[in-house]
């Protein structure tokens, strides 16, 4: 029997969004009001599973008597607002936004980006040959994963998964400041020397592939990355008795991937390093 | 919290200067030696925790005594405040004042902002950079806005040790530069706040009728001149008294953004949850401001008195002071004014017998002009990394420590002494319908008298200029600072005042009236406030981060070009600034287009 855990009732509140009545439960956010009404929204710094930073700016939307543009991530809809997602001032600023990530940042493994590049007509090129880049190389300093800044757009994820927000070990934080401002363990040392406890908990929520697995960093290397030739598997960690879900991400018949789903009440999307890249004994075939 | 802490250790300097902050380590848990008795026992959770607001106090103790911050200081500092070392640097790495890297003990910062750069910086800079090169002992930074833009061209000497020890030189010469910076014990003392102020000794004064005629060190002599009668006053009203008197008055605050301080009292005061908390904003930053620091050196126990006011009012036991790091004088005098407050019972469990228990703690800032936004000022306190905050909440509900807070400038605090002194309906009677009072205006530039000024709201840009004795061949002035916008030389009638400056498409902001003449290259101006921008943008939101850059960038292209060659980027200008004002988190990113867009408008600069 799977039970639904239905939490405390919550009253609902009306708006409107695009001239058109929505109804959501009150503590929703503007874009939960959106995505309930089906108006697709594009999201960056947004996760399932963490408080909304609102630092990408690209899910901005109009409402009404606000002197500046709204990020429907984090605003919480109020009774009667007012919620204009896709006016030509809206799109003007996602269209910029998504043109100063793009003409700075290694966007090249970021979901979807390339359908909303195109959708806002956005034109990372006309910052011109000499634009400033963020030009980082990875760092590839362990075995379990690759750090590689270069398509980092600075959504905080990965510190919000690594603190209070989950995993509560604080190995990283950013350092610097404006364009320069970069991910960092403290002296800015190798992972190795950090407080990491490789849980990977950083590369789930990552949106553009700036974590990810040293396996998938390689295979993208040697261009044998498949996404179209991989299944997904989704099933129980068989390291303790806590019964973390796992989804092994399989290709050739070989485990390249491992992800935990997000709407599992327990975990969130979380793993320890052994759910997380304990798996080589799996594919042990002796 | 499980921390992680390397191997490496502090000096013997470094372990000092933070033991002598926060007291010895009590056990191996806060980095002392380990011992038997620490395996019995352990320390930490929430009460360690608690401390990490004496994370920036902590960095300033170490980078005062050794001159940069080293991974060892770093951590030890960590284990005895319970931080973990990656939010540390994090922290350690925003600010401008600090270094991560050795350097050398003495840093020579010198201006090269607006004022500075039109009063001859760069030849400036470069004099002292050929003198002290390499080797010398010094290191030289350029700096944005030093805040004594009437003495330009500025530079500020921080020599680390036992105590820190800082020299001013303004307006400086390579000459004085270099020898407040090789030797800043020796370097001649600072001309006294008063030469700031043109008018000072003038009847009629509200604000700065103390600047120049009191001993800014003497409570007596503050007392003298009328000091505390507000704060008297204010005992006799009450708190909803004096909150009434306030929002009576009209007083807007003068930090720029000129909300009701009356509304913003009232609704703190009002708020259920405890404690609530006073901060004074005197981070004052804005490239051409400098009235809140003359008013911090020429009377400080005028500040102090209007903090304890403010507290009283709102309910508010514990008020924190952030100062500007690079006020070293400011720091100085209000430090013994606080102290000599406190010995005297005006500060204190029962201030001025009363019943009122009410504090006041400084901190110090460490060169971030973001943190002049109130939210990231909280972040700053607290610890963290000088972030704005998105809003809501706003700081009267949730503010600094997550608790209900006021937050006022210097200067709006301070023009709380007349409205108690002289009644809320005389106060109001000065200035115009909606800007009521007395404000202060800081010029510079192509004038012959520059400094703070104190004209009640109402008085035209003309008049202020001609006050300051502006010099022929005026091109432009720019109003507001490097966050406001540019007004043409033939536009002196616009009325200094919120409404009046609003209604001419501009702003007064925190009250910079910086004068330009011909001489003056329009776009390396333009382009040193895009640089501003680009070096002060925390870096939180994606409008803001990179769009300072390539507003920099586009700027830097168009340096040399006019008419259809810059018409370009200039389209480009509007388009990023357009979703720079449109999308960013906080003021900063707003604003950061303004003064450029103004110029390319009004002035037709690149035509």
Redesign the interface.
């Given at each position: 029997m799977t039970v639904t855990p239905l939490g405390i009732p919550r009253r609902v509140l009306e708006l409107t969004i695009d001239g058109e009545e929505a109804r959501v439960p009150e503590g929703s956010t503007i874009l939960d009001a959106c995505r309930a009404a089906g108006k697709d929204i594009p999201t960056l710094c947004e996760g399932d599973t963490l408080r909304p930073k609102?630092?990408?700016?690209?899910c901005?939307v109009e409402v009404e008597g606000a002197r500046?543009?709204v990020?429907a991530c984090?605003r919480k809809a109020e009774p009667g607002m007012e919620v204009r997602t896709d006016t030509e001032?809206a799109r003007?600023?996602r269209?910029?936004?998504l043109e100063?990530?793009a003409?700075?940042v290694d966007l090249s493994t970021t979901p979807r980006v390339a359908e909303w590049l195109k959708e806002y007509e956005a034109k990372p090129d006309?910052?011109?040959p000499?634009?400033?880049r963020l030009n980082e190389e990875p760092k590839i300093d362990n075995d379990l994963y690759v750090r590689d800044y270069d398509k980092c757009?600075?959504c905080y994820k990965c510190v919000d998964a690594c603190?209070d927000q989950w995993q509560?070990?604080?190995?990283?934080?950013?350092?610097?400041?404006?364009?320069?401002?970069r991910i960092?363990?403290?002296?800015?040392?190798p992972l190795t020397?950090?407080?990491c406890v490789y849980c990977g908990n950083c590369i789930e929520v990552c949106p553009t592939g700036a974590l990810s697995f040293k396996s998938e960093f390689d295979m993208r290397a040697a261009g044998t990355w498949d996404e179209s030739r991989q299944t997904e598997t989704t099933t129980v960690c068989a390291y303790c008795g806590v019964g973390c879900n796992l989804t092994l991400h399989v290709q050739d018949n070989e485990i390249v991937k491992v992800t935990s789903p997000h709407d599992n009440p327990v975990t969130h999307g979380n793993l320890c390093i052994k759910g997380r890249f304990g798996y080589q004994h799996v594919q042990n075939r002796g | 919290m499980d921390l992680h802490f390397g191997d490496s250790k502090p000096t013997d300097d470094e372990r000092a200067a933070v033991d002598a902050l926060l007291g010895p380590p009590e056990s191996s848990w806060e980095g002392a030696d380990r011992s038997d008795a620490d395996l019995r026992w352990a320390r930490g959770g929430r009460e360690a925790r608690d401390r990490r607001d004496l994370l920036l106090p902590g960095l300033h103790a170490i980078n005062d005594r050794v001159g940069w911050i080293s991974d060892g200081a770093l951590d030890y500092l960590c284990r005895r405040l319970t931080v973990p070392p990656a939010e540390a640097y994090g922290v350690a790495t925003f600010y401008a004042m600090f270094s991560v890297k050795p350097r050398p003990a003495t840093v020579l910062h010198v201006c090269t902002d607006l004022a500075c750069a039109a009063a001859g910086a760069p030849e400036l800079c470069s004099g002292i950079e050929e003198r002290l090169g390499p080797g010398s002992g010094v290191a030289v930074e350029r700096s944005p806005c030093l805040g004594l833009c009437e003495r330009a061209p500025a530079a500020l000497a921080i020599r680390a040790g036992d105590p820190v020890r800082t020299a001013v030189s303004a307006p400086a010469t390579v000459e004085e530069a270099v020898l407040a910076a090789s030797a800043p014990d020796s370097a001649p003392e600072e001309p006294p706040a008063a030469l700031a102020v043109p008018q000072a000794g003038q009847d009629g004064l509200m604000l700065l009728p103390r600047v120049g005629v009191v001993d800014p060190a003497s409570l007596d002599d503050y007392r003298a001149h009328g000091g505390y009668t507000a704060l008297r006053r204010a005992f006799e009203l009450g708190p909803a008294g004096v909150i009434r008197e306030v929002t009576d008055s009209g007083l807007a605050g003068r930090g720029g953004a000129a909300f009701p301080t009356g509304r913003k009292w009232q609704a703190t005061a009002s708020q259920p949850d405890h404690p609530h908390y006073l901060v004074c904003n005197a981070d004052e930053s804005e490239p051409g401001t400098f009235k809140d620091r003359v008013l911090m050196e020429g009377d400080p126990y005028a500040l102090v008195e209007a903090m304890t006011i403010a507290g009283y009012a709102t309910g508010a036991h514990k008020g924190y002071l952030y100062l500007r790091g690079e006020y070293p004088r400011s720091l100085h005098r209000l430090e013994h004014a606080i102290a000599q407050a406190r010995a005297r019972g005006l500060l204190g469990d029962d201030v001025l017998g009363q019943g009122h228990a009410f504090d006041i703690e400084i901190r110090r800032g460490a060169g971030a002009y973001i943190c002049g936004e109130e939210t990231a000022l909280f972040n700053s306190i607290e610890g963290y990394r000088g972030e704005p905050r998105s809003k809501p909440p706003f700081p009267v509900e949730k503010g600094l420590f997550g608790k209900p807070t006021v937050e006022n400038n210097v200067e709006t605090l301070v023009n709380v002494l007349p409205i108690l002194t002289m009644g809320a309906p005389a106060y109001a009677a000065i200035g115009t319908g909606r800007s009521t009072g007395p404000k202060l205006f800081c010029v510079s530039g192509s004038v012959e008298r520059p400094g703070v000024y104190e004209l009640p709201f109402g008085a035209t840009l003309g008049d202020l200029l001609t006050l300051a004795g502006v010099r022929d061949g005026l091109r432009a002035v720019l109003l507001g600072g490097a966050a406001g916008g540019f007004v043409r030389a033939d536009e002196l009638d616009i009325p200094l005042t919120f409404e009046g400056t609003r209604e001419a498409g501009t702003t007064l902001g925190s009250g910079v009236v910086m004068a330009f003449d011909d001489s003056v290259p329009l776009p390396r101006l333009l382009l040193r406030i895009a640089e501003f921008f680009r070096d002060e943008s925390c870096g939180q939101c994606v409008p803001c981060r990179v769009g300072t850059v390539r507003q920099e960038e586009a700027l830097h292209r168009i340096v040399e070009r006019t008419g259809t060659d810059a018409a370009g980027d200039i389209a480009l200008l509007r388009e990023v600034g357009r979703a720079m004002r449109d999308a960013s988190i906080c003021g900063l990113g707003q604003t950061a287009w303004n003064a450029v867009e103004s110029a390319i408008d009004r002035l037709g600069a690149y035509e």
């Open positions: 609102n630092a990408c700016r690209v901005v500046t543009l990020p984090s001032r003007h600023s269209k910029i936004v100063l990530l003409s700075s006309r910052f011109g000499d634009a400033a757009i600075l603190g509560n070990t604080f190995a990283i934080s950013v350092a610097g400041r404006g364009f320069d401002a960092a363990v403290e002296h800015d040392a020397d950090s407080a | -």
